[in-house]
T-cell receptor, first 116, second 112 residues
Framework: GAVVSQHPSWVICKSGTSVKIECRSL??????MFWYRQFPKQSLMLMAT?????????EQGVEKDKFLINHASLTLSTLTVTSAHPEDSSFYIC????????????FGSGTRLTVV | DAKTTQPTSMDCAEGRAANLPCNHS???????VYWYRQIHSQGPQYIIH???NNETNEMASLIITEDRKSSTLILPHATLRDTAVYYC?????????????FGAGTRLTVKP
């Protein structure tokens, strides 16, 4: 089945630094990938839609200059949290769909970001 | 996409069937019902989806009422590893640029 690999699985960074999270579709091409954020005991919240070769589409309230998304190839999307602060600490998850218009989406295993 | 309503939490005894309900009374004719689950600290896992007919796979069965306003996910023999948050999502599988939005879900606890 379709596999989406996310790296790293966890990261701790200092406040003010930037962190890059990678999302790869391992056995299929994905022109579109999605980035979610999940705070403790809450549901997943869609942050942005990553489009290969074009600009990402951000959800209302998500700062595009803070959460930089790059989708440079059909199998890789990256999310960079710039100038991270403790309130950015969260569980970040990406997803992609191997068969658009058909079955379900495949999700990465998530990245636990802790900003200290 | 249609909104869904699920119970906040449910318990189930190990080995018994877990029946998770979902109401989607405003569902439109071309919207599918999807079920995902999220085990603690992992990414969501696709379980099953359907349009109007009941569906079954190796993980679960999906029962959709005739008027399509509600559905039930059935885990036939729940195990402790089925403890997770289960999400019911109703959406149209459009083109590639089509996101999946999550509600609060049902926290299922399977007890020994």
């Amino acid at each position: 089945g379709a596999v989406v690999s996310q790296h790293p699985s966890w990261v701790i960074c200092k406040s003010g630094t930037s962190v890059k999270i990678e999302c790869r579709s391992l056995d299929f091409q994905a022109t579109t990938m999605f980035w979610y954020r999940q705070f403790p005991k809450q549901s997943l919240m869609l942050m942005a839609t990553s489009n290969e070769g074009s600009k990402a589409t951000y959800e209302q309230g998500v700062e595009k200059d803070k959460f930089l998304i790059n989708h440079a190839s059909l199998t890789l999307s990256t999310l960079t949290v710039t100038s991270a602060h403790p309130e950015d600490s969260s569980f970040y998850i990406c997803s992609a769909n191997q068969n658009p218009g058909a079955g379900g989406y495949t999700f990465g295993s998530g990245t636990r970001l802790t900003v200290v | 996409d249609a909104k869904t309503t699920q119970p906040t939490s449910m318990d189930c005894a190990e080995g018994r069937a877990a029946n998770l309900p979902c109401n989607h009374s405003t569902i439109s004719g071309n919207e599918y019902v999807y079920w995902y689950r999220q085990i603690h600290s992992q990414g969501p896992q696709y379980i099953i989806h359907g349009l109007k007919n009941n569906e079954t796979n190796e993980m679960a069965s999906l029962i959709i009422t005739e008027d399509r306003k509600s559905s039930t996910l059935i885990l036939p023999h729940a195990t402790l590893r089925d403890t997770a948050v289960y999400y019911c999502i109703v959406r149209v599988p459009r083109n590639n640029n089509n996101d999946m939005r999550f509600g609060a879900g049902t926290r299922l606890t399977v007890k020994p």
